[in-house]
């Protein structure tokens, strides 16, 4: 009895000690979204994901026939709501996503490539707790469908052409300032109205 009480104690007396060391090491250096993931955080943190997708939903495979026209609905869906973080083109280099802890990931990558079509979708239409990945779906069968032709994009990201990441550009949300830049900017060239404004100073973080 006596030696399990002490080893209790001495179990009590690392915990405390680990403890306030990473009190210390928190409070001296903070925590950044910055910072890269290590590899064993990423491994558990994706197997943990894995295994929180009910087997049901894992082993769907994609209910859409995949057409040209499933992938242009795909390609625009993702220019305007996906691709703020995860960029046009699937690497997950913008402004926004560079800031992540975690940062989307390089989606053409097997990593993403080698999940299965029902964890792809259940990811898109439930999110990811604990990180910036939103869920879009909200249980209908129109957004359902939505988050499919997403399936077929993002196995279609490693070979978009410079042509689809043009296009995509065109659907990228704007600001009505942008907007308005553009058209006088095309009216110029066009050969009528005053030469535009000097162009609006872009808002720049981080430069
Ligand atoms: C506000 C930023 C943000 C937006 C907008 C966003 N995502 Fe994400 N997404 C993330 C982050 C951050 C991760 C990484 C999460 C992680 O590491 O578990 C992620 C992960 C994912 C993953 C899992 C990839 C993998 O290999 O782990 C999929 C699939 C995904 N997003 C699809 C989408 C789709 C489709 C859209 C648009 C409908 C979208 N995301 C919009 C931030 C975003």
């Not at 001296?28 to 943190?45: L, M």
């Not at 490693?158 to 009216?187: F, I, K």
Request: aromatic share 6%.
């Amino acid at each position: 009895m006596k030696s399990v009480v002490k080893a209790l104690l001495i179990l009590a007396g690392i915990g405390l000690t680990v403890g306030l060391v990473l009190f210390f090491v928190i409070t001296s250096r903070g925590i950044s979204a910055r910072a890269e993931p290590g590899a064993f955080e990423t491994t558990v943190a994706r197997t943990m994901r894995s295994f929180a997708v009910p087997r049901g939903e894992r082993d769907r495979s994609n209910p859409v026939a995949y057409s040209d026209e499933v992938f242009g609905e795909g390609k625009a869906h993702w220019a305007d709501h996906c691709a703020a973080c995860h960029a046009n083109d699937g690497s997950g280099e913008t402004a926004i996503g560079l800031g992540m802890y975690p940062k989307p990931p390089d989606m053409r990558l097997p990593e993403t490539q080698s999940l299965s079509d029902g964890e792809l979708f259940h990811i898109i239409e439930n999110g990811i707790r604990l990180t910036g990945m939103p869920a879009w779906g909200d249980g209908t069968p129109e957004t359902a469908t939505g988050s499919w032709h997403l399936v077929h994009f993002i196995r279609a990201l490693p070979r978009l052409t410079p042509e689809d990441l043009e296009e995509m550009e065109v659907l990228n949300p704007r600001s009505a300032q942008e907007v308005r830049d553009e058209l006088e900017m095309q009216r110029f060239l066009e050969g009528g109205g005053d030469p535009p404004r000097k162009p609006q100073p872009t808002h720049k973080h981080g430069g």
